[in-house]
């Protein structure tokens, strides 16, 4: 079922991944391909391991100590997992979080953020780059005439699809969103639905949800995560129809989890 | 008498005496206030601020080289104390924050804020008054700054763990290296609370004569030279309030009504701060 998918073009190769906190794996055997310019969801009920896959893949557990990984998980012909220069592998992996990290600045200095750690600092293409930015991920309608107000002014999805603008800034191949509407309001959240759904043209997506409708309404490709383990993945048309595996059935059907 | 009349009586009686308790204390900061008010203000002339100390009975003389050592004492103190324990809050929040090393540190601290400051007043004379050969001004602003460094260290640690771990990740996110994370996000985020603590810090040390005593002393004349002793408005009240002589015991009253006022007026800045960043939260 897996060579369905990895026919199209893969992004992300992961095989054999495992990681550990401390001395029993918290994923198992994980092997998937994620496909460019897709949006691909992890579902699962809590504690599967879903946000612990989606975190191995920008190496952000790298800042917590007691952790290994197992496996390879191939971007650009290298195994991430061994790249010692992190820095450049996360300018090239964004991630947008559970809740709106807006930092304690600027609107345009949230945005110029990342594009001045790569060292552009150019003013006019740094304007050019928010404007880009803020139009892609729908706010710059918004907030064009606040651009040098404190970004905590913005209300709670404005500050989410300020991250998603920030992290788009910086033209990453992959952004990793982890439940990013799991603290918004439905009409934020089908904004922010819709906006992944546009920005797919230029990354590639992997998200975390909660929430098996949102998988449903916003992914291609859909991997379901039960104990650590993927225990099936597909394209979200089969995993919601006809899915092979009767744990994934039973999810779905919301049997458990 | 049933159980429910029982807890009303119960209750009255914990309101009043917590209440009791609790103008008890107060009665003695405005007794305090009111005394320092009254004694003080009328001492208070232009006199005080330009003149040195005059020898008691001419009449006139004022404190102006305790104002200006207390400022040069205060001032050293700061620089040393400060930056130290902004480093270590830094360290404990963020590089140590899964260290016991750092948390030993940390409980340290807790401990040295309540040391009496004599001790430490003491230990610096030991460490460095005997070894430089005599009282000196650098010595008491040292020993001002260690006074300092556990307050601001302790705030600095819990203002920068309250920022929350997301916030850092979001950066690390976007490619950042780690100082730079703390410099541009933590510090950022943190700036009005670490602020606060270091000017809490600078009321504590502001009201301190006893470390002062064995460091810095006293001088009758106006010095800015931090390698001789150097006279500081704590001292000073003190030797002119234990005088015999009533201009003397004048002065003291005018130099304790000004440090208090200074003090009060620190302290309600940091509370105004506090409250002006973090109403929302």
């Known amino acids: 079922m897996i060579k369905s998918v990895s026919d199209t073009n893969t992004i992300l190769q992961i095989n054999e991944l495992a990681f550990y906190y401390g001395q029993s794996p918290?994923?198992?055997?994980?092997?998937?391909?994620?496909?460019?310019?897709?949006?691909?969801?992890?579902?699962?009920?809590?504690?599967?391991?879903?946000?612990?896959?989606?975190?191995?893949?920008?190496?952000?557990?790298d800042l917590y100590p007691g952790n290994k990984y197992k496996g390879e998980i191939i971007y650009n012909n290298q195994n991430l997992l061994e790249l010692d220069d992190i820095t450049e592998l996360r300018s090239k992996i964004g991630m947008v979080f559970q809740t709106p990290t807006a930092f304690p600045m600027t609107i345009y200095n949230n945005i110029t953020y990342g594009l001045k750690l790569k060292g552009i600092k150019n003013k006019s293409e740094l304007e050019g780059r928010v404007?880009?930015?803020?139009?892609?991920?729908?706010?710059?309608?918004?907030?064009?005439?606040?651009?040098?107000?404190?970004?905590?002014?913005?209300?709670?999805?404005?500050?989410?699809?300020?991250?998603?603008?920030?992290?788009?800034?910086?033209e990453p191949d992959i952004i990793l969103f982890d439940e990013p509407t799991s603290s918004l309001d439905p009409i934020s959240t089908a904004k922010i639905e819709e906006l992944m759904y546009t920005i797919k043209a230029d990354v590639?997506?992997?998200?975390?949800?909660?929430?098996?409708?949102?998988?449903?309404?916003?992914?291609?490709?859909?991997?379901?995560?039960?104990?650590?383990?993927?225990?099936?993945?597909?394209?979200?048309?089969?995993?919601?129809?006809?899915?092979v595996e009767k744990k994934t059935e039973e999810y779905i059907t919301g049997k458990f989890g | 008498m049933n159980i429910r009349k029982k807890r009303k009586i119960i209750n009255i009686a914990a309101l009043f005496f917590s209440f009791l308790a609790a103008c008890l204390g107060l009665?003695?900061?405005?007794?305090?206030?009111?005394?320092?008010?009254?004694?003080?203000?009328?001492?208070?002339?232009?006199?005080?601020?330009?003149?040195?100390?005059?020898?008691?009975?001419?009449?006139?003389?004022?404190?102006?080289?305790?104002?200006i050592g207390q400022l040069i004492i205060s001032f050293f103190a700061v620089i040393i104390?400060?930056?130290?324990?902004?480093?270590?809050?830094?360290?404990?929040?963020?590089?140590?924050?899964?260290?016991?090393?750092?948390?030993?540190?940390?409980?340290?601290?807790?401990?040295?804020?309540?040391?009496?400051?004599?001790?430490?007043?003491?230990?610096?004379?030991?460490?460095l008054v005997i070894p430089m050969?005599?009282?000196?001004?650098?010595?008491?602003?040292?020993?001002?700054?260690?006074i300092m460094i556990p307050v601001v260290l302790r705030t600095t640690e819990d203002m920068m763990k309250l920022v929350p771990w997301s916030m850092?990740?979001?950066?690390?996110?976007?490619?950042?290296?780690?100082?730079?994370?703390?410099?541009?996000?933590?510090?950022?985020?943190?700036?009005?609370?670490?602020?606060?603590?270091?000017?809490?810090?600078?009321?504590?040390?502001?009201?301190e004569t006893a470390p002062l005593l064995f460091t810095s002393f006293n001088n009758s004349f106006l010095t800015t030279n931090i390698t001789q002793p150097m006279a500081s408005l704590t001292v000073s009240i003190y030797q002119y309030a234990m005088s015999p002589y009533t201009e003397w015991q004048e002065i003291a009253?005018?130099?304790?009504?000004?440090?208090?006022?200074?003090?009060?007026?620190?302290?309600?800045?940091?509370?105004?701060?506090?409250k002006w960043r973090y109403k929302d939260q």
């Open chain 2, 253 to 274: 009253w005018a130099a304790s009504l000004i440090i208090t006022l200074s003090i009060l007026f620190i302290t309600i800045l940091g509370r105004v701060i506090i």
């Open chain 1, 204 to 243: 590639t997506i992997v998200i975390v949800t909660h929430n098996m409708q949102q998988a449903a309404r916003i992914s291609d490709f859909t991997a379901f995560m039960y104990l650590g383990e993927l225990i099936e993945f597909n394209s979200t048309d089969i995993i919601f129809t006809k899915p």
């Open chain 1, 26 to 61: 918290t994923l198992k055997n994980i092997n998937m391909s994620i496909t460019a310019k897709r949006i691909t969801a992890l579902i699962g009920p809590s504690g599967c391991g879903k946000t612990t896959l989606l975190r191995c893949i920008n190496r952000m557990h």
């Open chain 1, 131 to 170: 404007e880009k930015a803020l139009k892609e991920s729908a706010l710059f309608d918004e907030v064009k005439d606040r651009l040098k107000e404190p970004a905590s002014g913005l209300s709670g999805g404005q500050q989410q699809r300020l991250c998603i603008a920030r992290a788009l800034a910086v």
């Open chain 2, 168 to 207: 850092r990740e979001a950066a690390f996110a976007l490619g950042a290296p780690y100082h730079k994370v703390i410099i541009q996000i933590v510090y950022k985020s943190s700036a009005t609370g670490i602020f606060t603590g270091a000017l809490l810090a600078i009321a504590r040390i502001a009201g």
């Open chain 2, 81 to 127: 104390g400060v930056p130290i324990g902004l480093l270590g809050g830094t360290f404990m929040a963020e590089y140590g924050r899964n260290n016991k090393f750092a948390k030993f540190i940390s409980t340290l601290s807790d401990i040295m804020v309540s040391l009496p400051s004599i001790v430490i007043g003491t230990f610096v004379y030991a460490i």
């Open chain 2, 27 to 67: 009665f003695w900061l405005g007794f305090i206030l009111f005394s320092v008010i009254s004694n003080g203000l009328s001492s208070i002339n232009l006199e005080l601020f330009t003149a040195e100390a005059a020898p008691p009975g001419f009449g006139g003389g004022g404190l102006k080289h305790a104002f």
């Open chain 2, 133 to 146: 050969g005599g009282f000196n001004g650098i010595s008491g602003s040292i020993a001002l700054a260690i």
